[in-house]
């Protein structure tokens, strides 16, 4: 792979890198506050399991853009401004109800391993392992949010309202997911990552046939943020937590 | 006040291949396809498991041996009924039930009753559990890998790998000195 073409697929897998990190801390806001212990233990080990993608991710990026891959990925995370983060807005708002998080975490769920099957083809070896390891455990997580879509869509007339409440306000922004990464015309043709439209449409397809047992009905799609740049207020605010520590002593090792 | 928690499942895990299930906890759930998620993340995440089972609490005849032997077993046990009991006993008191056989019998009772005379343990078990077939949910040959093997190959770190207690007494011892 030439330079040009390392330093593009760096720059896709920071999209997807900031994602699961943001994401994962989101998660990570429910611990100790979901509705029942278990709940609370299956919940943060997701969030871990968010934040130990990113770490993979991360870490690819180090070696395609010829850094450290030990402590570059602390680099990007705890050293970055939010303009510079390239996450969707999805994952960057708060942790809302219950519903919510269980929503966007399926939302994102049945997307990342769409988009994890793909890249487990990908002509970039060590991406296509990652890929492969990383998939077993979204099969896991997928299973468990959608245990939960069915249970609160189906439940009681409250747990139903909240549920289509979190949809209706979930389901533009998940659209973002599917807009196409910096550079994908090249990096599709060079069989590095799987195209984002027909994802889009496989995921479409899927996750609207849940929703539909589940007694849901997605909304209109209405206007979906165009670019990964481009972030709500909420991520500022989870980055300045995320990075107080490090940046209270850059200098310190851990 | 009314108990707010979901029903409670007890939870059997099996570690390797020809070795019986070991009853390693209980977890809280609505349903039992949720149990069997539950007691997934809360006892294989570390450990190997190869199959799980849960069942509802209530559904199980739980009885130690000091109650066993106060107990009067049911009367004119016939040779064998139409369900089928799985029963755990426990026989070192700091470790864990574990499955010990089958009995076929008409009821948990019957079943102790016929599992007592089966299993004749010295010295006695501390506890028995007789778990009815029907009341078993388990996890398939085709969860071990999503739901299992996906634990497996996590880095994971005991706390005293990182010396915080070392780390911050010479911090302090520093801050002092200086």
């Known amino acids: 792979m030439n330079d040009p073409l390392k330093l593009a697929l760096a720059e896709a897998l920071l999209c997807l890198a900031d994602d699961e990190l943001v994401l994962g801390h989101r998660d990570s806001e429910w611990c100790g506050h979901a509705p029942i212990i278990e709940e609370d233990i299956a919940f943060a080990n997701i969030a871990l399991d968010e934040i130990g993608h990113a770490a993979l991710w991360y870490r690819e990026i180090a070696a395609l853009r010829g850094q450290d891959r030990d402590s570059y990925p602390d680099q990007l995370i705890y050293f970055r401004l939010a303009a510079d983060y390239c996450c969707v807005q999805l994952v960057e708002y708060p942790p809302g109800d219950w519903a919510f998080s269980m929503l966007r975490q399926y939302l994102f769920d049945s997307a990342e391993l769409l988009r994890l099957q793909g890249l487990a083809e990908s002509r970039h070896a060590p991406l296509a392992q990652v890929a492969q390891k990383v998939v077993r455990e979204e099969i896991y997580h997928l299973r468990h949010t959608r245990a939960w879509i069915t249970r609160l869509g189906l439940g009681t007339e409250e747990s139903h309202r909240r549920m289509q409440d979190a949809l209706d306000l979930l389901w533009t922004p998940a659209q973002q997911m599917f807009m196409p990464l910096p550079k994908e015309e090249l990096l599709v043709e060079e069989g590095l990552l799987p195209e984002s439209q027909p994802l889009r449409e496989a995921w479409d397809e899927q996750v609207r046939s849940h929703l539909q047992e589940a007694g849901l009905q997605p909304p209109a799609v209405g206007e979906i943020p165009q670019s990964r740049r481009s972030h709500t207020p909420h991520l500022e605010v989870l980055l300045r937590e995320l990075q107080s520590v490090a940046r209270s002593d850059p200098q310190a090792e851990w | ?178």
């Open chain 2, 1 to 178: 006040m009314p108990d707010t928690q979901w029903s409670r499942y007890h939870v059997f895990l099996q570690s390797k291949e020809n070795e019986p299930h070991l009853e390693v906890g209980s977890v809280h759930a609505p349903d039992p396809e949720m149990a069997l998620q539950n007691a997934r993340d809360v006892f294989v995440r570390r450990p190997d498991c190869l199959s799980l089972w849960v069942a509802p609490a209530d559904q199980i005849l739980h009885m130690t041996g000091q109650e066993v032997d106060n107990w009067s077993p049911p009367e004119d046990l016939p040779a064998e009924g139409p369900n089928l009991y799985h029963v755990f006993c426990k026989t070192v008191s700091a470790g864990t039930a574990e499955l010990a056989g089958e009995v076929r019998a008409g009821t948990r009772a019957e079943a102790l009753a016929a599992a007592l005379s089966r299993f004749p343990f010295k010295p006695p078990p501390f506890t028995w559990m007789v778990v009815p077939e029907a009341a078993i949910t388990r996890s398939t040959e085709e969860d071990v890998g999503p739901m299992f093997a996906a634990a497996r190959d996590k880095p994971f770190r005991q706390s005293s790998y990182y010396h915080v207690i070392s780390e911050m007494r010479a911090a302090r011892k520093k801050q002092d000195g200086g």
